[in-house]
């Protein structure tokens, strides 16, 4: 059993270090694309959408809504 | 006519005229050239080049590609069909497996324990395996998150405490693939020598093991089911790794790179997580005695002749004087 809960914490404590390493070394894309000339937004929290299908629905519908105003003026 | 009657029909054709030249005006500028209209459509566009890009200042090129095909076609594979192979894939080794619980039972000892303890995995060993088993554990079910979690996590906890868990799920999912990747070359080259294909492994599977005839064919350290478990996991792994590196350090592939890692992380982790539901049935309540080799280490002699009989020949055959054995203890035959 002492070997189970051994290879447990290892397997957290390495997860652990990594994880670490990982975060040090990963960086946004808003602050790695950016430069001097460029400067970009943290493009927010929620990219997926608000049912997490990857398709921004709210926008695509208030897109809509302002071509139909456009037409109808 | 008197005068006031003309003064009137003159005033009716006057407006007809009016109203006329203004509907003819209107339809004039209806039928006006549309600049727009005549231009390259977006879809034309898309059919001809096959991907609408331009030219961005910001040092990822890829960031120009305004639409490709693939997007959608992964889309449709992310959305639709994974969802429904992974539950299918899953939900059906659930069943198979309830089902022969229910027909077969529990894989019992045919004669009683003989009380006495043969070693079958190292320190090493045992170590490999439950580092890599966690480290399969957090990886599998932070991954089906991606797969069910929005479908059936998010209607339970909401979107914010969604949005949270999965946060931190992808932060694990990340770290715990370097872990998991230690304990699958690890594995690889403690267990490849043992689980190469020999000569009982056919006459094993054509048995199914024995386990619906209550006959024990033969086999060696590993018998046939163990070694397409192994190679599941050795094979199965890779993928998962090579593929999820790409996924974690993008910049490696392009677009199309990604969608393929993206493929073959998905399919391969909800086959492999399939395959490991029926590898801990197997090794905890589908059979008496097996947990106790990944626990201790050692097994009933008694277990390893009915389930490994020519590993257990050759080891007493290695050890004539049995220092497999434990002191003071005496070979069964």
């Known amino acids: ?73 | 006519m008197p005068l006031r009657s003309r003064a009137l029909a003159a005033g009716f054709a006057a407006l007809i005229v009016l109203f006329s030249a203004s509907a003819l005006a209107q339809q004039d500028r209806d039928a006006s050239p549309n600049p727009t209209a005549q231009s390259v459509q977006e879809q034309q566009l898309l059919q001809e080049l096959r991907r609408i890009e331009g030219r961005v200042t910001i040092p990822d090129s890829r960031a120009g590609i305004l639409e490709q095909p693939q997007g959608r076609e992964y889309q449709a594979f992310h959305e639709r069909v994974l969802p429904w192979l992974g539950a299918i894939v899953i939900v059906a080794m659930l069943a198979a497996l309830v089902i022969f619980y229910l027909v077969r039972g529990p894989i019992r000892l045919e004669r009683p324990p003989s009380r006495i303890k043969i070693k079958r995995f190292t320190l090493l060993e045992r170590f490999t395996h439950w580092l890599t088993a966690t480290s399969f554990i957090v990886l599998a079910i932070t991954g089906l998150n991606y797969v069910f979690g929005k479908r059936l996590l998010m209607p339970l906890t909401g979107p914010d405490a969604f949005a949270t868990w999965s946060l931190w799920a992808k932060y694990l999912h990340n770290a715990f693939a370097w872990p998991f990747l230690l304990g699958l070359l690890l594995m690889a080259v403690l267990w490849l020598r043992d689980n190469i294909p020999d000569r009982y492994d056919l006459e094993w599977l054509k048995q199914f093991g024995g386990f619906l005839s209550n006959r024990h064919p033969p086999a060696r350290r590993f018998n046939a089911g163990q070694k397409l478990i192994f190679w599941s996991v050795v094979l199965g792994g890779l993928a998962l790794t090579a593929s999820g590196i790409v996924l974690l350090f993008p910049a490696v592939a392009d677009i199309g790179g990604i969608h393929i890692a993206q493929y073959v992380h998905a399919v391969s982790g909800v086959i492999m997580t399939a395959i490991m539901l029926a590898h801990i049935y197997i090794g905890t309540i589908g059979m008496e005695g097996a947990i106790d080799a990944m626990v201790s280490g050692e097994v009933d002699l008694e277990w390893a002749k009915e389930h490994h009989r020519a590993w257990v020949e050759e080891e007493q055959a290695r050890t004539p004087d049995g220092p497999q054995l434990r002191k003071g203890a005496v070979p069964a035959e």
């Open chain 1, 1 to 73: 059993m002492n070997i189970i809960v051994t290879a447990v914490v290892v397997s957290f404590l390495l997860a652990a270090g990594v994880g670490l390493i990982l975060s040090a070394m990963q960086k946004p894309v808003y602050e790695v694309q950016a430069f001097p000339t460029v400067r970009l937004d943290d493009p927010g929290h929620n990219l997926v959408g608000p049912d997490w299908s990857g398709l921004n629905r709210v926008n695509e519908t208030s897109a809509k809504v302002s071509r139909v105003n456009e037409a109808r003026n």
